[in-house]
């Protein structure tokens, strides 16, 4: 287990073996090492570093905080004796993580079992649940929770839509598989996080269908209509209502609890039907359109044959 452990999900927090330096790490300089290890893919330049951290001062004075703050990094990490490379990689121009630095990140962590299991072509599904658990179970919380910095709160939700998407995969392999408990913990966390979010709503209900709890089931609609109306100012889509509808009459949903392919196949192919459904009502339009002009035409010919029979024969 490496020495250094720093944790960026939830409530920020630093230890050396069993000792917190939390502490000891000045303000800017917890920000300055968060920011770095958050985008620890590649050196960062001085200059940069500074205005993103120091916006509101001059670039003399940003340079001279950001000295300061790696300093104070460095003193604070020197205290953990044990580590056998040094945390930054520093120079006249960039800063840096050193990757092979004694040190273990949540965030890091995280990244890394989302990378896996979201590549179809590395690991079996096995594993790839394996991942999907291990990292759902890193995330104890959004990105560094209390802070409300411009780059913080675009990392936050870029890292809290990973996990959804995560999470989402686990509810759909927890339906197909008939493990409706976990998919209901998989469902809820999902709305814990985004209350609005339509889908996860939908496989609750399902889910709660499924595991016998049809009125629970209802009151997840309930919960889905008011939570939509609250946070988007819209109605449920016509999936949910009709999936309303069918627990209401007690009958089996159409969709599993299964799969988001399954689903979004199903998606396709409606798509599909009406598309062909709307190309065919405008060929309607059209031969009725046409059909109209040809009577119209046949009218006019008449008319004027029969006005052609009349000259043609004075004594009629």
């Known amino acids: 287990m490496p020495t250094l452990n720093i944790r960026l999900f939830g409530q920020f927090s630093v230890y050396c073996d069993d000792e917190s330096l939390e502490e000891l790490i000045p303000g800017k300089a917890k920000e300055l090492i968060c920011y770095l290890l958050i985008h620890r893919q590649r050196p960062l330049v001085r200059e940069f570093l500074a205005n993103i951290l120091w916006d509101d001062c001059t670039t003399?004075?940003?340079m001279q905080y950001l000295r300061k703050a790696l300093w104070q990094l460095h003193r604070t990490f020197c205290k953990c004796a044990a580590t056998a490379e040094p945390i930054?990689?520093?120079n006249s121009h960039w800063v840096s993580i050193n990757p092979r630095a004694d040190i273990w990140v949540d965030v890091v962590e995280f990244e890394r079992f989302c990378a896996g299991a979201l590549n179809p072509s590395l690991p079996p599904?096995?594993?790839?649940l394996d991942l999907l658990e291990a990292a759902v179970n890193i995330y104890r919380g959004d990105?560094?929770?209390g802070w409300y910095q411009d780059w913080c709160l675009c990392d936050r939700g870029r890292l809290q839509n990973l996990h959804l998407m995560v999470l989402d995969k686990l509810v759909?392999?927890?339906g197909a598989n008939h493990e409706y408990e976990k998919g209901i913990d998989y469902a809820t966390r999902i709305?814990?996080?985004?209350r609005a979010h339509e889908t996860a709503h939908q496989h609750l209900m399902q889910l709660l269908y499924l595991s016998g709890d049809r009125a629970g089931a209802l009151r997840q609609y309930d919960n889905c209509v008011t939570a939509l109306k609250e946070e988007l100012?819209?109605?449920?889509?016509e999936h949910i209502r009709l999936l309303y509808q069918q627990i209401c009459e007690d009958h089996a949903p159409l969709l599993t609890?299964?799969?988001?392919?399954?689903?979004?196949e199903s998606e396709k192919e409606h798509s599909l039907l009406q598309g062909t459904l709307n190309g065919l009502v405008n060929v309607k339009k059209t031969l009725n359109v046409l059909q109209a002009a040809v009577d119209e035409s046949l009218e006019r010919v008449r008319l004027a044959f029969q006005a052609s029979n009349h000259t043609a024969d004075p004594k009629r």
């Open 143 to 145: 990105l560094l929770e």
């Open 233 to 237: 100012g819209v109605q449920p889509s």
């Open 88 to 90: 930054l990689q520093v």
């Open 172 to 174: 759909a392999h927890a």
């Open 125 to 128: 599904e096995a594993s790839r």
């Open 257 to 264: 609890a299964g799969t988001n392919g399954n689903h979004r």
């Open 191 to 194: 709305l814990r996080c985004d």
């Open 60 to 62: 003399e004075h940003s």
